[in-house]
């Protein structure tokens, strides 16, 4: 079983930046997708990014050219690079894996993040 867990969201003033992170534990086996999802109040959860190992990263279109998605070189780490945030981006974000040997997703408990003045 895989364990995620987030960090990093907080409060940020609009053009603000925050960078959230997830550890991923509980697996000897490689973890061929992760990326982060975001469910907003009233809202159905989100694809932000994610990265697909052996192919470029793909964004919602709506953060493209503000957020950056990256792997840690242990490949059991990922990160959002969040900038120039806008109010509509606040949201719970939630960390994904994925395993291509089981084919299941798992998720991360999500971490607050509030973009207000």
């Known amino acids: 079983q895989v364990q995620l867990v987030e960090s990093g969201g907080g409060l940020v003033q609009p053009g603000g930046s925050l960078t959230l992170s997830c550890a991923a534990s509980g697996t000897i086996w490689p973890i061929n997708a992760m990326g982060w999802y975001r469910q907003a109040p009233g809202k159905q959860r989100e694809l932000v990014a994610r990265?697909?190992?052996?192919?470029?990263?793909n964004y919602a279109d709506s953060v493209k050219g503000r957020f950056t998605i990256s792997r840690g070189n242990a490949k059991n780490t990922v990160y959002l690079q969040m900038s120039s945030l806008k109010p509509e981006d606040t949201a719970v974000y939630y960390c994904?894996?994925?395993?291509?040997?089981?084919?299941?997703?798992?998720w991360g408990r999500g971490t607050q993040v509030t973009v207000s003045s």
């Open positions: 990265i697909l190992e052996g192919n470029p990263a």
């Open positions: 994904n894996a994925w395993l291509s040997l089981t084919g299941a997703d798992y």
